[in-house]
Each structure stands twice: as C-alpha cells, then as structure tokens.
C-alpha cells in the first residue's frame, strides 16, 4: 500500500469518525429532549446546554470507557453494566453542577438520565459507525490485544476459511466488476490470491456440501431433509441432534479442524475442538461459550451489534417496500417475521462470528472456519443479482478487510481462504408459475393422503441454533435466556419459526413430499425398500407422465429392475449405467457433469422413489423452485453448482477441476498447520 493510499485512508477515517461523532451527539441531544418531557425531576432549559451536556458527558466517557473495557474484559465482565451506570451517574451530577440550564432534584433522576443517555449513545453508535474501524479497534481489539498476551507465538502460519453462503462465481464477478467487494478485488489484482471456482455436488446446499468440505464425506446426503425407509423417520438439515448423528455417520475424526481448529457459525464441525454457533455441536462438550461472555460484557460490541441489527431491519422494511413499488418480479413475501430474520443473520451472527474470529487469531489457534450466511439470506427472497443481496457481500468485504488489519496483531500470522458451499440459481417458484405447489401435483396424480413438512428456513435454523446454544450456558445470561424460550422448546431445543404436524414414525400408504430448493424427493412409505420403475407405473400408471404435463419438471431419476438408474425427460430417457441415450438427451442443459452427480445420488442408501429437477433455461438462467423462495439451491441447473474458492497464490491448489465437496477438502485439508 503506498504511502498516499494510506494517508488517504486515514483522512477518510478521520471524516467517518466526525461524522459519526456528529450524528451521535444529534441523536442524543433529541433523546435528551425527550427525557425533559417524560422524566420527571429533570429540566434542560435551552438547546446549547443541551449541547454542552450532552458534549461534555461524552468526552469523559471516551476517556473513561476504555479503561472499563480492559478491566471488565481481563477480570470481572459481568459487573461492566454496574461500573458504566454509576460512573455515568456521578459523571451527570458533576456536569449537572458545571453546566446552567440542565437542572436534576435527585441523585435517582441522574441515575435514570445516565443509563438511557450511555445506552442510546451506544445506540447511536452502533447504527452510524458501522465503517468505524478505528472505535472497533479501540473498544473491542485492544481490550482482547491485553487478554490473550500472553498466547504462545509461532512463525508458522495458520489458516482462516472465510465462508460466504450461497455466492456463485457469476455473482461474485458481478460484485468485484461494480466494485461491491473492494478487498477481494485487491487481493486478487495485486497477486496475493488466486480465484478459482468448483463444481457442487448434486445436493448442493449447506446441509450436502458443509459435511464434504469439512469432513471429506458427504455421501447418503440426498437433500436437505430426507426419509429413511429403514427406520420411517424424517432426517433433516435443520435440527440439531438430527445434524449431530449424521455427523456421527460421515465423521473419521480427521476433519479439516481436527488439529486444534475452530468452527464459527457452521452446520458441521469440522471435527474441531472449540466450536460456538455450530448446529452439530449443540448441547455437546465440544463447545466453547467464552466469546459469548465477553461479546455481552463488552457495552461497545452490545451496541454496536444491536446498533447494526437496527439498521438492517429498516433497511430490509424500506428494500421490500421498494420492490413492490418497482412491481419486482420474479419476488416472494418480505414482510412478517423476515425483517428480523435478515437482521439477525446479517447483523448479529456476523458480528459475533468476526469478533470470534478475532479472539481466535490473537490466540494463535491454526485454523478457524466461519460461515457467514447472509448474502444466501437475502439472495433467497430478493433474487441473487439485485443490489441489496449485493451490498451484503460489500458488508462481508469491509469485515475480511477489518480481519485483515487485525491479524498484524495475532499470535501467528494468517493466510486468508474465501469461498463458498454453493451458489443459488434464480427464478420464479413451481407455486408461482403451476398455482399448484409439487405436493398438491403429486397428490393429484397418485390419490394418497400427503405429508410434506412446510420448507425449513436456514434462517431459523441458525436463530434456533444461536438461541438454543446460549440457553444451554451455565450462566445467568444463559439460564434468563432458557426461562424466556422454554415454551418454545422441544428435546431441549428453541424451535422457533413455521411448525407442522409430524409425521408419525412408522406411517404406511402415504406419500411424503420433500423440497430442497429445485429438487423435489417423493418416498411412498406403504414400500420398506425403494420402488422401481415398474412398480411405481403399476401402482400409480399416471404418475410419471402427469408429471411431465409439467412443462416445470425437468428431469425425473427413478431406478429400472431392467435398466438400472434412469433419467426421464418429457421427450427422452437417459441410461446412467451405460451412458447412452434415446430420444433427447434430458441431461443436456444441466452441464457435462450431470450424469456423474445423478449416479452418485442413484447410489445412496436414502434415494427417493422418485427425484423430482425443475427445469433449467440455460438462456435466462432461471430454475423453479418447489420452495417460496426466488433464489434456490439444492439441485441442478445454473450457478447453484457452481461456487467459489479464492486462495493465497502461495498455496497449491489442484490443477485439474475441483468437482464435488469431497475433493474441495482433500485440496484445502493440506493448507491446514500441523500445529
């Protein structure tokens, strides 16, 4: 970085911080005039002693915040909250000495101003100084700088693996060309990295390609959720102790993180020791609840966290407004709980996520793995181009650039990994292009009473996982947030968001309808084994042709007692085993690929009777999802297969095409320290 680039870098921040400190102390002086309305005892007479208060009382505060922090940080977190309070109360008296024109009758009024002033100042702050790095530095590094001192130091370089869900190499050229991820456009032009891409395999969501790419084994993973003929129970993605055995199954113990590594916010561990927000790992010993502590005795990362959560739910209410009045289509629901939604996964979890990361590094640990989920988030419901999933990714950015500056402190130095579990393909959903959703298309064709569970938001997976993981903490933070979610438990677990009616273990002659973005999963469950092709045009002779009525349905696998694993198009079939086809080829749009992801899928123990593909328009890149999201992923077509891995040029990467999670971990498993 040459010396004009950083002089100029530190005017900017010079500016950011006047103008952050400005729109602060806005924002408090009109809080204050609200308090000589509502709270009795307290007077301000005119506008400039309500300045010079307010003024004033900040200034002692920037002096004195941080000597708090490093205390509360290094001994005694907990009592942060008490210590803020009654300094700020005696800091009100004496102002309220110095300063005419803000007048007080009791030592309780001071108290009460003090604690909603420090409060909405950490508000304030938190909303406008979002860009702060130097405040972030200050309140948050430095008090960790002082924890972890005296961490062993190593010359050898560790690894962070920063994931971003959801981001396909089409989007992620879009978002370097219109200059929406400035630091990975750095890295890249100035040599330090390297951009390659890699090919998913057939279920290419979190719950399919998180288990390859972090423990090398992903097989009998058909989807998101699937069914299991053997025990006649659902498996899903989305619960804890249901992730936790599927973990049990495909782990060796060997994962990417098995060497003193750390698991952020994924769905699989990785096999690491210290894990926080990971869905496998819930309720486990291999769990470590420390950063929470201090994030929540930290008043900086408090606010500032709240601050950013704020923002991002004003933000979501005035984009989803927006796009109905632009009459945006194609475009799904954005009102009810989804504000929150989207504020939680991009504010919170990625604010706790970064700060976890950056305990980890001035600690010296060799390899952390984060996933940050909130582009895929927003990507979902706004489509996967559109500016505001966009400028999440420049959200991402400035927070790896924050990683970035931070690890010349660390305990080793840090080699820097972007990339991702998968893309998303766009699109109208089968509901909005059929008015039918696919259950309601089965039903009709096979006249069997139907179970199709409502579709898992990951959103409420990870705020499940967030809630259940704290409630689980021997605290009293933890205990309060336990009593506050009981009703809303179920084994131990917060279950929050859409609930249905479970299915029954063991329930005969029923179909079950499972959707996984543009991959639909049909088991008939009056069959303990998998049906046939034969069987199936037996039972249900109007099945498979009804479907392809369907101009939405792409492609159907089923497998042959004659031919083995087939492929069925509208106007041709393919024949896995022997690789030929008759009549067109069904395979043709989705890549040269495609029947090597649909064999392997064919060979998993859970396969459905029947796999259901939308349709995929190679010209528009659009897919059908059988979920209400405009944005998908799960099953083949366009850039949902197709994911990201960005690298420091240093490390060897593979030089022939990285296809399937597996051998994605076999390539970065080798980048991973010893110690």
Known sequence: MTQLSVGGKKRKT???????????????????????????????????????????????????????????????????????????GILVILVNALIPGVDMDSIWTAIGVSIVI???????????????????????????????????????????????????????????????????????????????????????????????????????????????????????????RDVAEIEK???????????????????????????????????????????????????YMASRTFGIFISHFIVEVVEGWWQLVRNERPRVKRTGAYPFQRAVMSAILREISVFTLVGDMLRGLPAMYATFAGYDEVAHHSGIMRKDALRVLTGLDKSFEWLEEISVHAARPYKFVVLSDHGQSNGATFLQRTGKTLEQAIKELVNLESYAPPAEDETWVR??????????????????????????????????????????????????VLASGNLGLIYFTAWDKRMSLEQINQAFPGLIPG????????????????????????????????????????????GPNAALHLKREDSFINAPDLLINSFYNPETGEVAAFEELVGSHGGLGGNQSHAILIHPTDLMASSEPIIGASNLHQVIKQWVPEK
Not at 48 to 68: K, T
Not at 147 to 174: A, C, H, Q, W
Not at 250 to 276: C, F, P
């Open 547 to 590: 479907l392809f009525k369907y101009p939405q349905v792409g492609l159907v696998l089923v497998r042959s007692e004659e031919h083995g694993p087939l492929v069925l198009g509208s106007k041709g079939v393919y024949y896995l085993e022997s690789d030929r086809f008759d009549g067109e080829n069904p395979l043709t749009v989705y």
């Open 463 to 512: 705020i499940n996982t967030l809630l259940t993981d704290v409630s689980r903490q021997n605290t009293r933070g933890g205990r309060l947030v336990s009593r506050t979610v009981k009703s809303k438990m179920e084994d131990g677990d917060v279950v929050l968001g859409p609930k249905d009616k479970k299915l029954k273990t063991g329930e005969k002659n029923k179909v079950i």
């Open 249 to 299: 199954r495909i782990s060796d113990g060997k994962g990417l993180l098995a060497n003193r590594g750390a698991s952020r916010g994924n769905m699989y561990s990785g096999d690491a020791v210290e894990n926080n927000l990971t869905l496998s790992t819930v309720g486990s010993t291999k769990r470590n609840t420390m950063e929470y502590f201090l994030i929540y005795a930290n008043p």
């Open 118 to 240: 420090s409060m909405t100042g950490m508000i304030a702050g938190g909303i406008f100084s979002t860009d702060d790095y130097a405040s972030y530095k200050r309140f948050v590094v430095q008090p960790l700088i002082k924890r972890y001192e005296n961490s062993e130091k190593t010359d050898v370089p560790g690894v962070m693996f920063l994931e971003i869900d959801g981001l396909s190499r089409e989007v992620l050229d879009n978002a370097l060309l219109h200059g929406y991820m400035p630091t990975l456009k750095r890295w890249l032009e100035s040599g330090s990295h390297k951009l390659a891409g890699w090919e998913t395999d057939l279920s290419c969501q979190t719950g399919g390609c998180q288990p390859g790419i972090l423990h090398g084994n992903n097989t009998n993973i058909p989807a998101f959720r699937w069914y299991e003929k053997e025990n006649g129970r659902i498996l899903t993605s989305g619960k804890p």
């Open 14 to 88: 010079h500016l950011n911080y006047l103008a952050v400190s400005l729109l602060s102390l806005v924002f408090q002086v009109s809080v204050l005039g609200l308090l000589d309305i509502f709270l009795p005892g307290l007077s301000v007479q005119t506008l400039e002693a309500a300045f010079l208060f307010v003024l004033i009382l900040g200034v002692a505060n920037s002096f004195l915040l941080p000597l708090l922090v490093n205390y509360a940080v290094r001994f005694r977190p907990l009592l942060f909250p008490i210590f803020v309070f009654l300094m700020n």
